[in-house]
């Protein structure tokens, strides 16, 4: 590997150890000065990383629907109806639209910092992209996990010592906070999504006859997962039951090859076994010890107020999402929703209706989904769906045409990965959170790539 693919990489992990350490948690500002960052290493990668051509490598449909989604999304910025002015809480219409039966956004200011936030991801997608005409991919991916172990051995460092507020700052948050993640249920996602790479990189070097590699990686790899316990979130903890089998699963014929080999190693082998598995019982006994406990009574309070109907945190996501499929329907947002960005500003007047009232201020809707189809409309929404089942397609397709030894049980942990934080968005607003969204969209970009005949030769 050459030097300057070893400083985009070490680049790389400076950008996620920021954007992590100052956005896991939403605010406006700290997003809009990340995401400057998140393109600068983006455009030093696509000049810097090495290629054959101009154009990152990637199949013309994948082109298409970036083009399309950026397209859309523009579109209704420039072809805006209305603006939301905030301090009096009613909208602006918009004279002089060059198109005034095409779609257009009813909150353009908004529209206008979602779709920059957007484009600025897609440049670090087609970054991703170039990262696949060489071996430098694997550099940036096995960040993921180890950002993963940092995360929640900070976060267990917060639980022990009972610390105050995220980092010891003064800023609000609940009471099961977790690392940096204000949220502590983002802080999950983020852990069964590492953890599943995590469990890919251990498993693709385990025909070294469990090394130090494998043994580094299994450790990482409990870290992630035990972290996602430990943050006593109860949909994480369900997402991670998902995941681990998806992992299991996915994996299982070089498990069991392994499993099957394991008698033919040599005692200096067997003794670095135990020490892995002596490393798992210390990692599961210190987290369960940890936050095992709290997870449990949180699950037992939800079944409890499930059974009398009082659970809020169901019932609340239940109500919010009645309410965005009344705002996705056909009379409503439809075809082409109400803009990029403009749940926050639309939602309160559906409140109006008193079969849909919703106390709070509802800045996410708890359904990624549902709330891409309000902002994004059905045509937009389906436009992401594509790009994200284009990158498990191509993921798989990869896997059917072979390709380095090492590189497949990769393959297949983004994908795992990406299904585990899919799920978890489908109650949760992972994908409404810049750090987050940025990996999402990197890896789609890395499956996306690994169906190029230039990333084959190279794998090779």
Known sequence: MKKS???????????????????????????????????????????????DRLLPPIPKLGLVVVSLI????????????????????RFEEISGRFWEAGPGSVTKAASVTKMVEVSGLFVAFFAALRSRESRSWKGLLAILPVLGAIVSMVGLYHRVVEAPSVWFSDQKHPPTFFAPFIYNAHAGSFLNFSGAIGFAFCVSTLDRAASSKSIGWGIVTALCFLGAIATASKGAFLVLLITLALCVLIHRKRLWEFCLSARGRSRG???????????????????????????????????????????????????????????????????VGFGPGSFESVVPFFFADKDYFM???????????????????????GLWAVLALGALYCGAKALREGGDFTARPLTRGMMVALVSMTLHSSFDFPFGILSLKLVAIFLCGLLWGGVTQKASLKDH
């Open 5 to 51: 693919e070893i400083a985009i990489i070490a680049l790389f992990a400076l950008l996620l150890g920021l954007v992590f350490a100052r956005y896991a948690s939403a605010s406006p500002r700290i997003a809009k000065n990340s995401l400057y960052w998140i393109i600068a290493w983006s455009i030093c990668a696509l000049v810097v990383l090495p290629r």
């Open 70 to 89: 950026l397209g859309f999304g523009w579109l209704m910025v420039a072809n805006a109806k209305a603006n939301y002015l905030y301090g009096e809480m």
């Open 269 to 335: 082998q067997g003794f670095e076994r135990k020490l892995l598995i002596l490393a798992s019982v210390v990692l599961v006994s210190g987290f369960a010890l940890v936050g095992g406990q709290k997870l449990v009574n949180r699950m037992d309070h939800l079944i409890e107020d499930a059974k009398d109907g009082s659970a809020g945190t169901v019932e609340g996501r239940k109500g919010i999402m009645r309410v965005m499929l009344k705002m996705g329907r056909e009379d409503e947002g439809g075809w």
């Open 359 to 381: 106390p709070g201020r509802w800045i996410h809707g708890h359904s990624d989904p549902l709330q891409l189809v309000v902002e994004w409309g059905y045509i937009g929404a």
